[in-house]
């Protein structure tokens, strides 16, 4: 089974690991609280079903445009359960990678860290050490120099994403994107396969309304 892309979302922050404030919204007033005055991004999503081109606007923040996004985009909502409009914090420019477990055919499972034409991996799980040595590789394989701290960070969020992996259900886990800004980092995008439903401890519904208590529809 595929998780929708909230379950995906908040099964990786109940690991540790940054992603962006996300929820469903079911109207244009409801993607309006759900900004709160800050810029938002609202995109199509159609969970279980890969491949399928979202339609997006970026960069949101007064209500009227807030509005207007919402009422160009819903029509493209695939007409089933599995068709929703996902409102986003916008996050600020950054350099956007992806960290991908998966069972690979040939090497087993593996844990891999790519930008566009260039990646890195290693046999999951791996430890700390193993993961700057990955880092440092990818960071060779760009032409820079790795910063410290930034390794670090990367470092730790490997071993996180490994630790989603070793879920017993779990048999695939992809970040894409992860942005790196400001010297830290927020998954925008996040995609989970499982054999088996996993029960998530989740903070907050996955609609905007289910906050009711603040809710002013």
Avoid: W
């Amino acid at each position: 089974m595929i998780f929708e892309t909230i379950d995906a979302l908040e099964l990786l922050r109940e690991h540790g690991i940054r992603v962006v404030r996300s929820r469903y919204v079911d109207s244009a007033q409801d993607a309006v609280f759900f900004a709160e005055h800050r810029p938002i991004s609202l995109r199509t999503v159609s969970n279980g079903h890969a491949g399928n081109t979202p339609v997006a606007e970026t960069g949101l923040r007064k209500s009227h445009a807030i509005r207007h996004a919402y009422e160009r985009i819903a029509p493209h909502v695939e007409k089933s359960a599995n068709g929703h409009v996902l409102a986003q914090r916008t996050i600020e420019a950054g350099t956007d990678i992806a960290i991908e477990c998966r069972n690979d055919p040939n090497l087993g499972a593996i844990v891999e860290i790519r930008s566009g034409t260039h990646h890195a991996h290693r046999l999951a799980p791996v430890d700390e050490l193993q993961a700057e040595a990955m880092l440092n590789e990818f960071h060779a394989k760009h032409g820079i120099a790795p910063a410290e701290k930034a390794t670090r960070m990367l470092a730790h969020l490997l071993l996180r994403v490994c630790a989603v992996f070793a879920e017993a259900a779990i048999e695939r886990v992809t970040l894409d994107p992860i942005r790196l800004h400001d010297s830290t980092y927020d998954v925008i995008n996040a995609s989970v396969e499982a054999r088996h439903p996993i029960a998530l401890n989740r903070r907050l519904g996955k609609h905007a309304h289910d906050r009711r208590a603040s809710y002013q529809p």
